[in-house]
């Protein structure tokens, strides 16, 4: 199966813009979930859709959103760039379903977000 | 809360020597645990996962770590470092409600000198 894959790899925006990273799950992952990771902050987690729905969400402005399309991939979107949004982003997919059981995350490669 | 703490930032081992590194978590429920290595400019690679039954888990590249509830711990564990282990490690623990969403720790980076 191919792994999980992030598009693009690298980007480079100014402060104002808006940016959209997109998530392509493993075959068969209905569930994907979205990290920030810096060097200040470490790794956070941003929000998890599963089935086209926003399942959980973490601590992180309005100007962070997202979103799952049917056939589960995904896209993430910042609007109105600031300086401290430079990070690596990292998208994990996994089976989903939740319940009684987990299910592990595969990651993928990240986007490299530089805000100038 | 889901908390992960590692409470080494930066350790520096020869190589040929022995690691442990340590990761503690505070969860209500049981936790499944992860060790995660990371190389500069790239994605996390997953080491091993503990998710039930023997305490003790073997992962890839010769690294183990232990499971001990008693102490909230899940310590990684290799017996001789090669200078290609110099990376960053993450902790991590999932496994809360109906979300596979991971807690990361802040990271464990490792020298290692020839």
């Known amino acids: 199966k191919a792994g999980v894959t992030q598009t693009p790899r690298y980007l480079i925006k100014t402060r104002g813009q808006q940016v959209t990273l997109s998530c392509s799950p493993i075959?068969?992952?209905?569930?994907v979930s979205w990290y920030q990771q810096t060097p200040g902050q470490g790794l956070q987690f941003l929000f998890e859709?599963?089935?086209?729905?926003?399942?959980n969400k973490g601590n992180f402005p309005g100007r962070f959103s997202g979103r799952q399309f049917s056939n589960s991939r995904s896209e993430m979107n910042v609007s109105t760039l600031e300086l401290g949004d430079s990070a690596l982003y990292l998208c994990a997919s996994s089976l989903g379903g939740g319940g009684a059981s987990y299910n592990e995350q595969f990651f993928g490669p990240g986007t490299r977000l530089t805000v100038l | 809360a889901q908390s992960v703490t590692q409470p080494d930032i930066h350790i520096t081992v020869s190589e040929g020597a022995s690691l442990e590194l340590r990761c503690n978590y505070s969860?209500?429920?049981?936790?499944?645990l992860f060790w995660y290595v990371q190389s500069p400019g790239q994605g996390l690679q997953l080491l091993l996962k503990y998710f039930s039954g023997d305490t003790l888990v073997q992962g890839i590249k010769g690294f183990e770590a232990e499971f001990k509830r008693s102490q909230s711990s899940f310590n990684l564990r290799k017996p001789s470092v090669h200078w290609s282990d110099a990376a960053e490690y993450f902790c991590a623990v999932g496994g809360y409600g109906s979300s596979d969403k991971l807690i990361f720790g802040t990271g464990t980076r490792l020298q290692v000198f020839p």
């Open positions: 859709y599963f089935s086209e729905t926003q399942r």
């Open positions: 969860y209500g429920a049981t936790p499944y």
């Open positions: 075959s068969g992952h209905r569930s």
